[in-house]
T-cell receptor
Framework: DVKVTQSSRYLVKRTGEKVFLECVQD?????MFWYRQDPGLGLRLIYF???????EKGDIPEGYSVSREKKERFSLILESASTNQTSMYLC??????????????FGPGTRLTVT | DAKTTQPPSMDCAEGRAANLPCNHS???????VYWYRQIHSQGPQYIIH???NNETNEMASLIITEDRKSSTLILPHATLRDTAVYYC????????????????FGQGTELSVKP
């Protein structure tokens, strides 16, 4: 079974702090994604990566950056956390092999509160 | 924008089949139907997907109408643990994520399985 793990389930940070959210997958997937989920807004894509050191902006990249130094690990960085970044953050991974369905597998999520 | 329409909520008795409908009247010929679910406070979970033919796996069955304008997800013997929000998503193959395949979660159907 695919396993996607995230470093924390709950996190509380202060405004202005630098925040690192880590995601690790164990299925050798090429693609990795970071989303945030807010009530009434659904899931919104922040960034995705289709290879090591490669990244592309999603729908809401402002205020975030990412890092993918190893295939299995994808980090989301909030350079200076703000209260409007309080949210549930979800990491996902998927295969880019042509024969696969391409479905994304999600981690359990990190609920970040910025005070 | 979500291209699907689902009822906001449904109830099902434990042990009975749960049939969750989805309308996708504007689906194009190369778009797939994907189903995910999200149990409270967890990340979304892939269930099944299909293009034209009906599909079955260990979790569920997917019935797609011949004109592909609607589909039904069937959980054959619903349990309390199937209580979740179910999302029907239409997308190009997610394998080509950076060329158009994209997961857009709408509001979904909140399924309550009752004893």
């Amino acid at each position: 079974d695919v396993k996607v793990t995230q470093s924390s389930r709950y996190l509380v940070k202060r405004t202005g702090e630098k925040v690192f959210l880590e995601c690790v997958q164990d299925m050798d997937h090429e693609n990795m994604f970071w989303y945030r989920q807010d009530p009434g807004l659904g899931l919104r894509l922040i960034y995705f990566s289709y290879d090591v050191k490669m990244k592309e902006k999603g729908d809401i990249p402002e205020g975030y950056s990412v890092s993918r130094e190893k295939k299995e690990r994808f980090s989301l960085i909030l350079e200076s956390a703000s209260t409007n970044q309080t949210s549930m953050y979800l990491c996902a991974s998927s295969s880019s092999w042509e024969g696969s369905p391409g479905e994304q597998y999600f981690g359990p999520g990190t609920r970040l509160t910025v005070t | 924008d979500a291209k699907t329409t689902q009822p906001p909520s449904m109830d099902c008795a434990e042990g009975r089949a749960a049939n969750l409908p989805c309308n996708h009247s504007t689906i194009s010929g190369n778009e797939y139907v994907y189903w995910y679910r999200q149990i409270h406070s967890q990340g979304p979970q892939y269930i099944i997907h299909g293009l034209k033919n009906n599909e079955t796996n260990e979790m569920a069955s997917l019935i797609i109408t011949e004109d592909r304008k609607s589909s039904t997800l069937i959980l054959p013997h619903a349990t309390l643990r199937d209580t979740a929000v179910y999302y029907c998503i239409v997308s190009l193959s997610l394998v080509i994520y950076n060329q158009g395949g994209k997961l857009i979660f709408g509001q979904g159907t909140e399924l309550s399985v009752k004893p």
